[in-house]
């Protein structure tokens, strides 16, 4: 059986050219979605007309009960889970002050938490499988932080923490846990910024350019293939932050 891999949050953006990409080179995907099941449904009558399936799965993967039935289900169905690519995220630009609870634990909870779920129900597998890939998706704000985008911020480190402290913990059992950290990418979670905005942001990046979500599919595809990186976070931001 071909390699079986998790995307989650594959609906839009990032999550979307990992899935659309890995499922065209011929990898079983599992493309998990929440809440846009149009965008979701689009993807995969793309992809049907050229004669690829893809394994849409809806689950709120903030929420462990409906994580831990996704894994189930994966597991019962394929068998084996090979490839974890925790993606699915949420931003939010707002002064520091005015934060409140549900903003900071929405925000933990989509971001950080989803990871944790997923992956602690994943690796359980991999474990016992003696082999694994895990690649999360956080962001440059992880690492330099972002005026007015603490709570963000916070949960992309959370991200790459994690990172860290997996590699060493799983390295033993041949599974490799690296992060990819995004600068600015053209997908929704930018539309908001106005054109002064996005020609000001590219005048301060060494390539001059925003980013594409083939760059990002890309790196994952060299992390999936790779054999001897683990606990990095790669960041994809074309000189942005050095």
């Known amino acids: 059986m071909n390699k079986v891999v998790i995307v989650t949050g594959a609906s839009r953006g990032i999550g979307r050219e990992i899935a659309k990409t890995l499922a065209i080179k011929g990898y079983r995907v599992i493309a998990n979605f929440n ?9 995969k009558e ?14 709120d993967i903030s929420k462990r009960k409906e994580t831990k039935e996704l894994v189930q289900y994966i597991i019962k169905k394929y068998k084996k889970i090979d490839i974890l690519i925790n993606n699915a995220g949420i931003s939010q630009i707002k002064e520091f002050t005015q934060i409140t609870d549900e903003d900071w634990n929405n925000m933990i909870n989509i971001n950080l938490n989803s990871v944790f779920y997923m992956t602690q129900e994943v690796c359980k597998n991999m474990i016992n499988n003696k082999q694994g890939c895990i ?17 963000y911020s916070v949960s992309k480190a959370g991200i790459d ?4 402290s997996l590699a060493k913990e799983l390295g ?9 950290a ?43 293939n790779d054999e001897y990186t683990t606990g990095q976070v790669i960041s994809i931001n074309g000189g942005w932050v050095i």
């Open 182 to 224: 995004p600068g600015i990418i053209d997908t929704e979670m930018n539309e908001d910024l106005s054109k002064e905005e996005l020609i000001e942001i590219k005048n301060g990046i060494p390539l001059e350019k925003i980013g594409k979500t083939i760059d990002i599919e890309r790196c994952v595809e060299w992390l999936i």
């Open 135 to 151: 690649i999360n998706i956080s962001s440059i704000w992880g690492i330099v932080g972002a005026s007015c985008e603490v709570h």
């Open 161 to 164: 923490a994690m990172t860290k």
């Open 35 to 43: 809440k846009s099941e149009k965008q979701m449904k689009e993807l």
């Open 46 to 59: 793309e992809l049907n007309k050229n004669s690829i399936d893809i394994d849409c799965y809806k689950a």
């Open 172 to 180: 033993p059992s041949n599974i490799r846990i690296n992060s990819i």
